[in-house]
């Protein structure tokens, strides 16, 4: 399982790569190899200001639907609309190819409250 170390995570399997005032967000390794093949993202917030741990859109995959946190609290700048033709990147490159939204940071000091790559390997039990 991969878990890159530069980067943070939430309980709810989303990892966050800071950059400045930026965060990009994306789901982990661990939740795209539970939730099987992906067929669908759908992010509706872009452009609206959320707040953490609140929804910012779905993953679905051919057995389940998912909910998608914020990480952070924030605007949502942009969606990787690459995902709109070809979903299974998330399944594929989940930390590269397959990231999903981009937020402008309003509280940094949440960044705080995310778990680093040991922390979440405990949760998932890696």
Do not use: C, R
């Amino acid at each position: 399982m991969n878990i890159p170390s530069d980067l943070k995570y939430t309980k709810d399997h989303e990892w966050v790569k800071i950059d400045g005032d930026t965060a990009t967000v994306g789901i982990t390794d661990f939740a795209q190899s539970e939730l099987g093949d992906i067929v669908y993202v759908d992010v509706d917030t872009v452009d609206e200001t959320v707040d953490q741990e609140q929804v910012f859109g779905t993953v679905e995959a051919v057995k389940t639907v998912s909910d998608l946190f914020m990480p952070l609290s924030g605007e949502v700048i942009e969606f990787n609309s690459a995902l709109e033709d070809n979903p299974e990147k998330v399944n594929t490159d989940p930390y590269g190819e397959g990231w999903m939204i981009k937020i402008k940071i309003s509280d940094s000091s949440q960044i705080e409250s995310l778990l680093d790559a040991d922390a979440y390997k405990e949760i998932v039990g890696a």
